[in-house]
T-cell receptor, first 114, second 114 residues
């Protein structure tokens, strides 16, 4: 079964510092991988997705993620954190080839310190 | 373009009462998902519809939960009778055939069962 593991339930960074949120996946089929963001009291919003094209994926709000098959990783990065980036971030993997369904990680809450 | 619409946004009810949550997917989307989010269990998929037909309801907790999708623009999730452990945020998400791997989430319904 496909799964994702997010390392660190809470991450704190200073404003202007690098953001790195870690996600490792397990998949028996070529994975489709996603990062979603959830702001307080809101639904999840798609940040970016990997669907077997370019391994470096650029998303909204300056975020990007790199698919590394050798490391089974799909870490999310942003060069310079902004206060508005404070939110919870979820990594997700498609459940199977051709599947519509996603399996989500437990989430990582990002705090940005002024 | 309107996003996924959910109602009510907040619901407080007493144990034993019937609760009905409503969802209007994005126009033209043919897949619909109901999720439940709690601190303990994270984001769980309850049921998934494709072209108004339930495809996978293995995540529905028990017989007290039921979901319907009478047409392409409306779905309900019903809990009868409700219990305090049903307290959670319930999300509806929809997806398009041409972009089947991407889900668009509604703002959620925050349910509190006393």
């Amino acid at each position: 079964a496909q799964s994702v593991t997010q390392l660190g339930s809470h991450v704190s960074v200073s404003e202007g510092a690098l953001v790195l949120l870690r996600c490792n996946y397990s998949s028996s089929v070529p994975p489709y991988l996603f990062w979603y963001v959830q702001y307080p009291n809101q639904g999840l919003q798609l940040l970016l997705k990997y669907t077997s094209a370019a391994t470096l994926v650029k998303g909204i709000n300056g975020f990007e993620a790199e698919f590394k098959k050798s490391e089974t990783s799909f870490h999310l990065t942003k060069p310079s954190a902004h206060m508005s980036d404070a939110a919870e971030y979820f990594c997700a993997v498609r459940r199977g080839a051709g599947s519509y369904q996603l399996t989500f990680g437990k989430g990582t809450k990002l705090s940005v310190i002024p | 373009d309107a996003g996924v619409i959910q109602s009510p946004r907040h619901e407080v009810t007493e144990m034993g009462q019937e609760v009905t949550l409503r969802c209007k997917p994005i126009s033209g989307h043919n897949s619909l998902f109901w999720y439940r989010q709690t601190m303990m269990r994270g984001l769980e998929l309850l049921i998934y519809f494709n072209n108004n037909v339930p495809i996978d309801d293995s995540g529905m907790p028990e017989d007290r939960f039921s979901a319907k999708m009478p047409n392409a623009s409306f779905s309900t999730l019903k809990i009868q009778p409700s219990e305090p452990r049903d307290s959670a945020v319930y999300f509806c998400a929809s997806g398009a055939q041409r972009e089947r791997e991407t889900q668009y989430f509604g703002p959620g319904t925050r349910l509190l069962v006393l």
